[in-house]
């Protein structure tokens, strides 16, 4: 899977979890280390979690992916979940104000999500 669909199905894994302000950066021409960076909001200690357990899961079991590297819990309000090319962070949102990754990476374009597909009608 490339690095911008990773992105996008970790976009997708959060927002099934109804992870709030998710916003993917593309940083492939400013970084070295990673392509997208994921970032998302959770508004509990449960919350975070669940978010985390939707994407190690969903990606495990969809894709066969497990992260390279996994940082913080839902304790310390910052997971940061790391796939090599695709780093998703996910915070609480008194700690994302506070890092403010996207201000950090103002230059980095952000990456819409796909159009949702219209339901087709079917003929009878």
Not at 34 to 58: C, K, N, Y
Not at 77 to 82: G, K, L, Q, R
Not at 99 to 104: A, F, N, P
Request: with cysteine; hydrophobic share 40%.
């Amino acid at each position: 899977m490339d690095s911008k669909k990773l992105a996008l199905a970790c976009r997708a894994l959060a927002d099934n979890k109804k992870a709030e302000n998710i916003v993917v950066l593309d940083v492939r021409k400013l970084s070295t280390v990673t392509d997208f960076f994921v970032i998302a909001t959770g508004t509990s200690e449960p919350h975070l979690r669940a978010i985390e357990t939707e994407l190690l899961d969903g990606l495990r079991k969809d894709h066969d992916l497990k992260p390279v590297h996994t940082e913080g819990s839902a304790q310390s309000n910052w997971i940061v979940t790391d796939f090599f090319d695709v780093i998703v962070h996910i915070m609480k949102p008194e700690v994302r104000e506070h890092y403010d990754i996207e201000g950090l990476w103002a230059d980095a374009p952000k990456v819409k999500p796909p159009a949702p597909r219209k339901k087709v009608a079917k003929k009878e």
